[in-house]
């Protein structure tokens, strides 16, 4: 079955750094994979998304993430992480068995510490 | 140009009461989903809308939620009776075109906290 798994619940860096949230899935045929952050009392906003053009996709707010196909994951880094960058952010897949419906990981709090 | 927009933002209700929730999708799209996350899961897929017709609501959990798109535009969620298992963020989203690759835009969600 398709699912996504997101490694680490919560993430702590310092302002500055480097921001490595990990995301994995699972399926046979390469899904399309979108990364979502959750700031605050908002909604979900895309972050990015691969949709088998690139492997390398940019995002909003200097996100990016490498779809690497032998690995299963797409993991979504940042090279110096801002205090404003601390919310919860999701994977997710679409296509394949589960069609049009985006299926998520369990999240990934991200924290920055000053 | 405005984006999905949910009524209520907060909702806190009894065991067996009754609940509608609300969403306003981007004007002009015909495709509407429901998603819910319960307290510490993920957010998982209710149903999808193509304007008025339900499409696939394969995750909708039991015959206590119904879902109601009347003319194609902005769509309910009644919960009835609720139970205290229902309690999470109920998020709606919507997307013009019903294609995989389609960005689907969220609104803010819907807390609802069954007592």
């Known amino acids: 079955a398709q699912s996504v798994t997101q490694l680490g619940s919560h993430v702590s860096v310092s302002e500055g750094a480097l921001v490595l949230l990990r995301c994995n899935y699972s399926?046979?045929?390469?899904?399309?994979l979108f990364w979502y952050v959750q700031y605050p009392n908002q909604g979900l906003q895309l972050l990015l998304k691969?949709?088998?053009?690139?492997?390398l996709v940019k995002g909003i707010n200097g996100f990016e993430a490498e779809f690497k196909k032998s690995e299963t994951s797409f993991h979504l880094t940042k090279p110096s992480a801002h205090m404003s960058d601390a919310a919860e952010y999701f994977c997710?897949?679409?296509?394949?068995?589960?069609?049009?419906?985006?299926?998520f990981g369990a999240g990934t709090i991200l924290r920055v510490k000053s | 140009e405005a984006g999905v927009t949910q009524f209520p933002s907060h909702s806190v209700i009894e065991k067996g009461q009754t609940v509608t929730l609300r969403c306003d999708p981007i004007?002009?799209?015909?495709?509407l989903y429901w998603y819910r996350r319960v307290m510490g899961k993920e957010i998982k897929f209710l149903l999808h809308?193509?304007?008025?017709?339900?499409?696939?609501e394969s995750g909708m959990p039991n015959n206590r939620f119904l879902a109601e798109r009347t003319g194609g535009t902005y769509s309910t969620l009644k919960v009835q009776p609720a139970e205290l298992e229902d309690s999470g963020v109920y998020f709606c989203?919507?997307?013009?075109?019903?294609?995989?690759?389609?960005?689907?835009?969220f609104g803010p969600g819907t807390r609802l906290l069954v007592l």
């Open positions: 691969y949709t088998s053009a690139a492997t």
């Open positions: 399926s046979s045929v390469p899904p399309y």
């Open positions: 809308f193509v304007k008025e017709s339900k499409q696939d």
């Open positions: 997710a897949v679409r296509g394949g068995e589960y069609g049009n419906k985006l299926v």
């Open positions: 004007s002009g799209h015909d495709n």
């Open positions: 989203a919507s997307s013009q075109y019903r294609g995989i690759r389609e960005t689907q835009y």
